[in-house]
Each structure stands twice: as C-alpha cells, then as structure tokens.
C-alpha cells in the first residue's frame, strides 16, 4: 500500500453543456465521486442527466470526458424523443469537437433496471463490459435515473426491511465508488423528494444539509430514502421549482392561474466537498438546461 | 549506560560487575540492603552506590522515571501531566472550537468527529490535516498528515485551497507580529502542503483494516506524521457486515490499534462518523453510528449538528474538556469562527 501523490491527482470534470451552471458547480460533475440530484417530477432532473450524456462525449479540451455513459433508468417510459432533439443541438453547436461517425445517440447505452438486486446484478456487469467496449469510446459516466424509484415500494416500514433497505444503500453506493475510483468515471444519480409534514424538523436535530432551502412550489420537502442514503453520496444539488406571475414578482402562486404565470428554476448545492452552498437559476428550453446569470433576474 | 561509567571508585565497580551487575537498569529496582548482601559491603555504602546510580540514571536518560517505575516505560501522573502540558494541539483555525477542545485537537488521544452529511466533517478533516504542517515558529507541530479516504469526498481542489488559505493567514500573522524578525518568513507553499499530506483511498473494509495494520510500519519510516485522519470509519462497515458481533470485534481491535499508534508516536488520530437514527423508547434519535461498544473506544467524542442555519459542534464525552458547544462555520477558506459573534460559546 502505498500513499497517492495528491499533486497528480486532479479531479476530472464533465461539463454540462452550459458555461453558467459550470462555474456554479466548477467545472461539472465531478470523476471519481458520485452526485446526487434531488427534485420533485417535473424539475429538469432527468434533462440535465440527459445532457450530461451527450456532453461526457466531448474531448477532455472542451470539458467532456471524450468518453461513452452508461444510462440506467428504472422509471418508464426512456425519453426516446426527448434525447433525440437534444442531440440534434448538441450535434450542431459541437459538430467540430465530435467524432464524425456516427449519431451521438450510439454512444449512450441505456438499460433499465426495475428491482434494486437487479440493479446490483446489472452493476456486476459493469467492470466487463467497461473492460470490453471495442468500437466505442469506453464508458465513463454512469447515470441512475432515478435510484429512489427502486426503493420506494418494495420495502416495508418496519425496522427489518429497512435495514436490508440501508444495507442495499451502502452496498450499491460502495460498488459504485469502486468502479468509479477503478475506471475513474462519474457517477450521477437521481433522487425523489418527499414533503416534510413536521412543523418543526431540526429540533430532534434531524436535519440533513441546510433544509432552509429546500423549498420547491411552495412546499417544503426533502430527499427521499433518508439519513442512510444521504451518507452514501459525495455531493447533492437541489433543483427547485416555483410557479410566479410575471407582474408581481412577490406573489407566490401555487398551481394555474392562467398565462402570466411563468417557472422559476434554481439549482441548488446542498452539501459537496469542493464547492460552497450555493445557488443559480436556470431555464429548461427546447435545446436544453441553461443556467441564467444574476444580473439578468434582477 | 553502562556500569563501568558510574562515578564510584574502582573497588566497588569491580564488586558489582563480579556480582552480576552490569546494567544501570539492572540496579533500578533493588533495595540497598539486598544489595549490600550480594556484594557484602556496608549498607551505607550500598545506598550511595544506589544513590549515585539513581541519579545518573535521570541525568543520562530520556527516561525521567527511572527508579519508580516498575514496568519499563511506566510514568508517574506527574509526569504525565508535565508532558500533556507541553504537547502541542493541532488548531482547527476556528477560535471558538479550539476553545471548547481545549486548544485544538489533542495529541496522543484518539478523537471522533461525528455529523449528519454536509455538515462539514471533511472539511474539518482535511482543516487539519493542511493545519498540523503549521511550522513551530507559528505555533504549529509542523508534522505531516495521513489521510485515509474510504467515502471519496477528499477533493484535492479543496485541499488547495484551503492550503492556501491557511498560508496567507501565517503571512498575515508574520506582518502583524514580527515586523522585526526576518528569519520567520514563510516559505511553505501550498504545493508542499499538499506533497506533506499521504493519502490513501480504501475501497473496501478488508483494504481499511489492513491499512491501519500496515500504518505502524508506515509512520515509523514517516516518523513527522503527527496526524491520522480516518474519513469515515464507518462507510464499509455498513454493508456486507451480516455478523454484528464479529463487526464489534474488528472496529474495537482498529480502535486499539489506533490508540496504540497515538501513544507510542504522540500524534493525533481524527476519527470521522456517520450519524444514524436510533430508537428509543419509540421515538427516533440521531446518535453517532457503530453502536454502543464503538462509542466507548475513542477519547474524546465530537458531534457537530445544525442549530437553525448555523453549524455547532458539542464535546459529547472527553475525560477533561468540560461539555460545551461551539458555532463554526464552513467558509471558502476553510473552518472559521461563525459570522454572528453573539452567543459564540454556550457552556453547560
């Protein structure tokens, strides 16, 4: 056993595809570690895991990981659709930077995964198939869109299940840590929100990451699969949602109150070892997640 | 030392040595009415050979305790506390923690840092490891740090800049203090830093265990080490672990080994914990992961928790430091003093 050299040991970065959220999050997400988006449907989760996809195949010079993903998703349908157009974008705005054989498409190779032992069975299968990826640039980015999905209806609320629930957690966070240590990959998952009903969460000091700002259209909420998954990311965002009317940017409206009304997006960092809690807008367009810069909001 | 070297006359060196006595040591635990039976010389005589012996013994040695003690190595309380006094503390770069530490973290004691994610523990942990490089001059032990990573939070960037952080504030401290004195100026850089921290990145318990194995070796050829950072002791331990009781077994014998390394090479070791629900009496309670029996192992135990927006840390069990809590906060630069100065230090 020997110790690493730290000065050699520079932690790769997988651009998202916008200049904006990349300085939020210094550069992407992170290799070697895994990141967790927090959100309720609807908030851009699977998007952004959609874009990094087609970004990981940049060359390292232009922020990508010149490198293939790997997409588990275990809720259905897979946005066939929805990643075709973004890769119509990212075509045109990278065609320079991209090998020219070939659609983007390719070099996503999506599963899906319905149980959590299949997803260890499938996680198995990683190394070699890693290891024997001819043709293709080799993969480097693994998603699971989204792991609470597994999770949220198979195991009953008493304290066994949930401890062969937490089991699982650190299992699966753990073989995920090692590929991405072994083969130097980022890692991404996806995770639900559940609404917090308490009126007064933090006084039991059961509290994870600052919940102040976990406020998406109006409720307060937090991460789903609790305290033993929380221990089992590196990083957490938090993407929220909040329905405004354009005139009267104090009111808060939750639900339809017809045209003038127009989402508010902010990702959010909760906790993660490189980067302050911090904030930034962002807008979902046809071509994808943008960030939006403060002074425009203002 | 030898006894050819004591300052007795010749006829009585030559008696002891006749008689068996060759070592100082070997004198260390007789009476001088045995010894006087052995080399058949006055009792008076005996004493003062005991006498000078003694005395050389404390002079010559390292060892302050020599004729007391009765097992090698064993100190009196009053040693003990002479030498705790002048051990060094390894700051944590936040006034009021150190304050509540009692200085910062302790040498010599094995102490556990415990929270609920994104509450800091790696920030503190890789806090101090960058501030036990802290030079002598500036009031630091100026030793090297190990870091064992079993999670994968430690960023190198954030180490930097941490790193750097802590070596403008000995700049700063330099230009306000020692105007006059050139010879301290500093010449770390934060390249250094980073090259003085031996990291080490486990992936399984198998791998942690035989790394703290291993560490003895590795700290006495890296006899500087004077931190071991464990960033968590208990991710692997929390899967693929079906026996409980064998698990106990394995974290205290690494508890004790830890122990045993803080000891023999006076340095410190920070141990970070996950924390885990508990339930008791029905209701649900945040305690520091890894049961009971592991609670028992460490010296001194930190549980750093969210107080509104404000991080504290609270000195749960420590056999000297008073129960207190401390708000911190986890700036850019690193830990720091928390913002709002009221209400800094609650004791209890």
Known sequence: ?298 | MEICRLPISASQRGKLISAGYTSLSSLSSISASYLAGELKVTESEALGILNVASHSHCGGSEMSSGKSSIIDGAQSAWDMFHEENSLMHITTSSADLDNILGGGIHCKEVTEIGGVPGIGKTQLGIQIAVNVQIPRDFGGLGGKAIYIDTEGSFMVERALQIAEACIEDMSEYNRFLRKDLQACEVRMQPKDILENIFYFRICSYTEQIALIDYLKKFISEHKDVKVVVVDSVTFHFRHDYEDMASRTRVLSEMASKLTNLARTFSLAVVILNQVTTKQTEGSYQLTLALGDSWSHTCTNRIVLYWNGNERYAHVDKSPSLRSASAAYSVTPRGIRNSSSSSKRIKMM
């Open chain 1, 1 to 298: 056993m020997r110790p690493q050299n730290l000065l050699q040991l520079t932690t790769q970065k997988c651009t998202t595809g916008c200049p904006i959220l990349d300085g939020l999050l210094r550069g992407g997400i992170p290799c070697n570690s895994i990141t967790e988006i927090v959100a309720e449907s609807g908030s851009g989760k699977t998007q952004i895991c959609l874009q990094l996809s087609l970004h990981a195949q940049l060359p390292v010079s232009h922020g990508g990981l010149a490198a293939s993903s790997l997409y588990l998703h275990t809720e259905f349908p897979f946005p066939f659709r929805r990643l075709h157009r973004l890769s119509l974008s990212f075509v045109s705005s990278n065609a320079p930077h991209l090998p020219t054989n070939g659609n983007p498409c390719d070099r996503i190779f999506v599963q899906s995964v319905h149980t959590a032992d299949q997803l260890l069975e499938i996680m198995s299968k990683i190394e070699p198939f890693i290891e024997n990826s001819r043709g293709q640039p080799p993969v480097r980015l693994i998603v699971i869109d989204s792991v609470a999905a597994l999770f949220r209806s198979e195991f009953d609320n008493t304290p066994i299940e949930l401890k062969r629930r937490s089991c699982l957690f650190f299992k699966i966070s753990s073989e995920l840590k090692a590929l991405a240590k072994r083969f130097n990959l980022a890692v991404l998952v996806t995770n639900q929100v559940v609404d917090v009903v308490a009126p007064n969460v933090g006084i039991n000091g059961l509290k994870i990451g600052n919940l102040g700002c976990l406020y998406t259209s109006g409720r307060r909420v937090c991460p789903a699969l609790g305290l033993a998954w929380a221990n089992c990311v590196n990083s957490r965002l938090f993407l929220s949602r909040r329905e405004e009317v354009i005139a009267d940017k104090n009111g808060k409206f939750n639900g339809e109150s017809g045209e003038c009304n127009q989402t508010r997006r902010q990702l959010h960092v909760v906790f993660a070892p490189h980067l302050p809690e911090s904030s930034c807008d962002f807008v979902i367009t046809r071509d994808g997640i943008f960030g939006v810069e403060k002074q425009l909001l203002d």
